[in-house]
C-alpha cells in the first residue's frame, strides 16, 4: 500500500520523464532534418515541399536559430490556434471528433472532481474507522480519503450514494448533449462534403449467381426492375489479385527508372547486371533496361486486364451500384430488396479508400459462422490467454536457453548478464504477445468479414476494450488471471460477485493511479516523441530512400491508431467514473491526462496524423454507450463496499434498492 | 412416484372424460337450437341464415332424426375434407398456419417418438441401476424406462448423447422446411389480396408539434418534400372518444327502435314512460319516442363530429399516409425519415380492424419508459405473484369467513360445507389469479403501447409463455415457488444450475404424463364443447336478444385465442424435446395431443371462430424462435442428469464439450 509520499515520488518521476519527452521533442522537431518526421501533413497537403532552413549547410541538418530553443513550448499554443471547423476541413470529421472525446472527458470529469474533492474528501476523511484500525493495519494515506474509511453503518453513505446520483445525472446529461452536438456536426459534414461516388452508391452483396447469366447482368437487370425510376449504372467487383501483383511490379520497376534518370552524372550512363540482385549476367544499361521492362510489363498488363475483364468467373458476387440521387441511393441501402432476406443485401458504400476489398464477396452463411466463431476465440483470448504464455515461459528460462544454445553458457555464467536474462526471459512472452495483441485483434476482425476499414478498426477497439476491461481493469481489482477470475465465478453464487470485485476496488485506488501516471502522463509524452517512427524515417533514408517516390513512403505517417487509442480513452472514463465516488483523489490525476492527451492530440492531427479513410465519427455510438456501460459497471461495483460493511453488519439493502432506481434511468438512456 | 399402472388409470379417465365431452358436443351440436353456437362461422360468411330443421316446431329446437345420432363423430372426416387452400380463403392464413403449428408438431414428434421408443427405451430399460437399487428406494416403472435407469459410468450415454444430436439436427431441418413454406404461403397470401387501403398506407407516428401549424398541414409538407412521386394523401388521427360514445348511444336507440317497429301485433302501437328505464313519468308512443331521440342525436352528432375536425387540439400527432404503390409505401415504411431518430417513426399500417387505436398517439420517450417498467413487471410477476396470493390465501380461509360474515356461522359449522369450504377456499385466490393472469399481461401489453391488436396478443403470448416456463416447467421440477428458486440461483454457484434442474428432470416425467393428459386431452375435448359459451347464448337469447343485431352479437364466436394458444403449444414442444432422449415414453401422450388438437381446432376454425383480424401469420418467427429456445433448454438441462453421473464418479466432461458442440449450430440457425 502506497502512502501519499509514495505517490508524491511517483507522480514526480512521471513528471519529470514527460517533461524530458516533451524536452527532447521539442529540440528534435526544430531540426529540419526531422522536418519530415514531425511536420508529414504539411507536406502531404501540399503546405510544405522543403524543410525549413537557415542558410548554410549545416543549417540544413541542424536549427542554429538560439531563439527558438528558448520557446521550446510554444508548440502547445501553436496546437489551440486552430479552430474545430479548420481542423474538420484540415484534417477530417473523424480527427475532429476524435478530438472530442477528451474535451467530453475534461467537461464530465472537471465539475464531478471538485464536487468530490469538495464534498466526499471531508467526509471521509472525518469518518476515522481507519486510523481507529490503524494500529493492527498498514493503510495508507490514499485509503484514509476513500470509502473505506467510513465507518460501517454509518449515515454517511448517503451522502456517497446521493453523489453517485448526481455523478450520474451529470454524465448522462453531457453525453446527451455530445451526442446531440456530434450527430449535427456529422450531419452537417455529410452535407458540406462535395459530389463524391459513394454518396449515390449502394455495395451490394450476394448477388444469386443464376446459371447462364453472370453477376453483372443479373444486378443490372434487378435493379432496371426494381429501382427504375433511380438506378443509373454498376460496377461489378473483380477478383484481380494477379493485376494487383503485376501494377506493384511495374511500380518497384518505374522507381527505379526514376532513380537512375534522376541520376547525378548524366555523362556517365548507369549500368546493371542482369541476374539476380545484380550480382552477375551481362552488364547493361540500366536506363534501357528498364525502359524495356517497363514496357513488356505494360504488354501482360493489358493482356490480364482484357482476361479479367472477360472471364466470368473472375466477377464476384458483390456490386457496386449507383443512383441518380441520394434519396434513391438512400432508399436502396436502407430497404429488403429480395424476399430471401440473405440475398441482394445493400449497404451503403465505403468510401474508396476505406474499402477492405478482400471481404466483399463473402456469403451470408459463411459470414454468420466467421462472426460466431470469432467472438468465441474472443471470448478464449480474453479469458486464457495466460495459458499458452505461461506454457511459454516456462520453456523460455535460462536453462532452456542452455539447452538450445549451449555455446552462451560461459555467457550466461555472468553473474550480470545471468540476473538480467532472469529477470527479462519469463516477461519476454507476454511482452511480445501485448505487442502483437492489437494485430492479432485486427486480423480477427478481418475474418469476421467486414468490409470497410473503418468497421475493421472499430470492431478490434472493441475486442481491444474487452481485453482490457478483463484484464487491466479486473484483473488488477481482482488478484489471479482472468481464467481464474472466471472459474471462481462460476462457482461462487452470483450474489457473491460484486462483494469479491468490490471490496477490493477502494485498495488498488493507489495502483491506478500510478497506471494513469505511467501509461497516461509519460505514455502520452512519449506518443508526441515518436521515436521509434524517428529513427525508423533516419534509417529508410539512409538506406532505402532513393526517389523523391521512396520519400514520402518513408514519410508516411499513419492515422491515429483508433483500435488502440479509443480502448483506452474507454478504459479511463472507466476508473475516472467508477472512483468518483469511491477514491476521489484519482479524479485529479484523470483530468491532467485528458487535458495534456487533448493538447498532444490537437498537435499530432494538425502536424502529423494523414487518416487513411473519413468514417464520418462513425465511432462516436461506440464511445457513447461505452461509457454508458461503464456507469452500470460503476453502479455495480459500488454494491461492493456496501455489501463489505454489510459484512459489518451495516445494513445495505436500501443501498441497493436506492441503486436499483439509479441503474433504470440510464438503461433507459441507452435504449434511447 | 406413479406406476405405470397409475398412468394407465389416469389415462383411462381421461380418455373416459374426453370421450364423455366429445358425446356431449355430438349430441349438442346437431339440435338447431344450437346451431348459432356450433356454426357461427357459416352466418357470418352468409353460408347459413337459419338452422337446419326438421319440419314441425319441435324439430325448430330437436334433432328427430336418429340417423344423425349414430354417425355423431362424424365431424372428424369432415373436418378434414376441406383443403389448405379452402381454409385460408375460408378463415384467413392467420388460422391456416396455426394449424401448421399442429402438424408441425407431429412431424417433428412423430419420426422421433419412432426411434426414441426403438433405440433409447431398450437401451434404458436394459440399464438395470434401479432394479439393482430397487430394494432401498420406491422407483416407479416409468423410471425404469428413463436415463435414471442407466448405470453411472456407462459407456450407453454416447447412444443418449448421439441421439440428442439426432433429434435437434431433425428438429432443426423440420424448422428450416416449416419457416420456408410459411414464409412462402404469407407472400403468396399478401400477393393475392385484392387491392386494400392498407398495402399501401403506413402508420407515421410521433409527427412534430410546430407551432403555429397543424400536424395534418405538416404531414402533408413533409411527404409531400420527402416522397413527391409517391406520396398520394394522408389522414390524420382524431380524438373522437366523444364522438365515439355518442354513436354507441345511436346504435342501442337504434336497437330499440328496430324492436319496436318489428314487433308483432302492429294494429297496437307500443308505449313507454319517459323517465328512467321506463319505470315513471309521461307514457309516450314508443316509436315517435325513439325516433325523434334518434334525430336529436344525429343533429349532435353532426355538430360534435364538426368540432372534432376544427379543432387542432382533437389531432393526434399520428397519421396513416398513403402512397400511389406498394413501393412507394414499402420505401417510406423502411426507411428512416428524419435525422432526429424519434420523429416520424414510419411503420407499415394494420389492417383497418386490426388497429388498437388508443395507442397511436404515444411519444417515444413515453414508449420507452413503459417498455422498461412493463418489463420489470413482468418480471415481477413472473418470479412474485405467489406473495401477494400467499397473502389473500392466508386471509381467505374459513375464521376470515366467519369474521366478515358472522351470519353464516351456522352454516359453515356443518361438516359437509366446512370441510368442501376448508379445500375450496384457500385455492381461490390462485385459481382467481390464473383465470384473470391472460387478462392481466393482456391489459400490461397494452400498456407498452403497442398499435395493433395483433401485436397485442403476439406480446401477451410471449409474456405467458415465460410465465408457464417459470412457473409450470421449472416450477413442476424444482420445488418451491419461483421466487424461491431465483433465490436459490442467486446463492448457488452458476455450475451447480444445471445439475439443481437436471437430476429431478426424469423424475418428474409421470407428473407431465398427467400433466399432458388433463390439460392437453381432456382440455381440448372441453375446448370443442365450448360449455360456457353455449350456456351464455341460451342466457343471452332469453333475456337480452330482441332483434337480428342482439342475435348476431349473442352469436359473436371471437377468435382463436392466441395468447392462450400459442404459449400452450409452445410447452408442449418444450416438454417434448426435453424428455425425448431422458423419457422418450412421454412422446407418445404428446402425439396424441397434437392429432386431437389439430382436429378439434381444424372443426372449430371451418365451423366457428371468425378472427378479429389478418396478420398474414406474424406470429411464426415467435413459434420458431421459441422452439430454437426449446432445443437449446434441452441440452442445458440434459448437462444435468450427466452432472448427476458425476456426483458418481462419471466424467461428464466430454459429455458437456459434446453439448456445446451441438448447441452452436442451433445458435447459428437461430442467427439465420
Known sequence: MATLEDIGVSALINILSAFAFLLAFAILRIQPINDRVYFPKWYISGGRTSPRRSGNFVGKF?????????????????????????????????????????????????????????????VNASGGTLSFLSK?????????????NVRPKSSRFFIHISMEYLFTFWTCYMLYKEYDRVATMRLNFLASQCRRAEQFTVLVRNVPHVSGRSVSDSADNFFKTNHPDHYLCHQAVYNANKFAKLVQKREMLQNWLDYYQSERHPDKRPTKKK?????????????????????ELDKRLTTERQRILKDPKSIMSAAFVSFNSRWGAAVCAQTQQSKNPTLWLTNWAPEPRDIYWKNLAISFVSLSIRKLLISLLVFALVFFY????????????????????????PL??????????????????????LYILPIVLMFMSKIEGH??????????????????????????IVTGTAFQQLDSFLHQSPTQIPRTIGVS????????????????????????????????????????VKTERDRDKAMNPGSVDFPETLPRLQLYFLLGIVYAVITPILLPFILVFFAFAYLVYRHQIINLYNQRYESAAAFWPHVHSRIIASLLISQFLLIGPAQHKKGCKFD?????????????????????
Chains 1, 2 share one sequence.
Open 62 to 122: 541542424l536549427n542554429l536559430n538560439c531563439w527558438t530553443y528558448l520557446t521550446f513550448l510554444n508548440w502547445m499554443p501553436q496546437a489551440m490556434k486552430m479552430s474545430e471547423t479548420e481542423i474538420i476541413n484540415h484534417a477530417g470529421l473523424d480527427s475532429a471528433v476524435f478530438l472530442r472525446i477528451y474535451t467530453l472527458g475534461l467537461k464530465i470529469f472537471g465539475p464531478i472532481a471538485i464536487v468530490a474533492l469538495l464534498v466526499i474528501i471531508p
Open 136 to 148: 493492527e493495519l498498514v493503510v495508507s494515506n490514499i485509503d484514509k480519503l476513500s470509502i473505506s
Open 275 to 295: 541476374g539476380f540482385l545484380g550480382l552477375w549476367g551481362e552488364r547493361v544499361d540500366s536506363i534501357d533496361f528498364y525502359k524495356q521492362q517497363i514496357k
Open 386 to 409: 495466460m495459458i499458452p504464455i505461461a506454457f511459454v515461459q516456462s520453456l523460455a528460462n535460462l536453462e532452456g536457453l542452455e539447452r538450445v544454445a549451449p555455446f552462451l553458457r
Open 412 to 433: 550466461t555464467e555472468l553473474k550480470f548478464i545471468k540476473s538480467f536474462l532472469q529477470g527479462f526471459l519469463p516477461g519476454l512472452a507476454l511482452k511480445i504477445f
Open 451 to 476: 468490409v470497410a476499414l473503418s468497421v475493421l478498426e472499430r470492431r478490434a477497439a472493441a475486442k481491444y476494450y474487452y481485453f482490457m476491461l478483463v484484464n487491466v481493469f479486473l484483473g488488477s
Open 505 to 544: 476496488i477502494p485498495m488498488k485506488a493507489t495502483f491506478f493511479i500510478t497506471y494513469i501516471m505511467v501509461d497516461g502522463w509519460a505514455g502520452i509524452a512519449s506518443e508526441i516523441l515518436r521515436l521509434k517512427r524517428l529513427v525508423i524515417f533516419h534509417l529508410k533514408n539512409m538506406i532505402l
Open 652 to 672: 445495505s439493502f436500501s443501498c441497493c434498492v436506492a441503486h436499483i432506481d439509479v441503474i433504470v434511468p440510464q438503461v433507459l438512456q441507452e435504449s434511447l
